[in-house]
């Protein structure tokens, strides 16, 4: 693949991915939460058009397209270039974006979708099973915004170390 193509999906992407969780962990996830129960339905629609789906291969078409091109400026992963300033600096946001990455599928996206499905349950129960599925989507929404947070400082890590490798 061309690295002309790989820039522009490895850049476009990124900015795409990072802007969306920036605007996430610092809007929509605290008005969401502000304004619960009305609110509830908007990750319902989000989850509707496909946002859990996408986002992740946004993201992950971002790493692979970065390691590609980190592969191609090392020069195959040459410990010389890799132990350059510039190298590790590259090296660091790719490592903080892929563990981004991994936290955001493994810890976000499957508290997300389990709220989702207990949500619409909750509504319906009645009793002592409304508030433990009350709970459990509380704990659950604790879960998703602790890792959404962590998730948004990962890829701000990413995001400066691409932004100033090249003046390390």
Known sequence: MGVILLRVLHVGLGVFWAGTIFFMA???DPAIRATLPA???VPQQLMQRKFMVVLPIIALITILSGFALYW???GGM???WTRSHQGMTLGIGG???FIAFLIGVGVLRPAQMRMMALGPQ???AE???KERLMNEVAALRNRATGALR???ALIGVAVLCMAVARYA
């Open 95 to 97: 490592l903080a974006a």
């Open 122 to 124: 909750a509504q319906k």
């Open 26 to 28: 610092s809007y929509l």
């Open 78 to 80: 040459t410990s010389d």
């Open 150 to 152: 962590a998730v948004a």
């Open 39 to 41: 609110s509830a339905v």
């Open 72 to 74: 191609r400026d090392s």
């Open 127 to 129: 009793g002592a099973e």
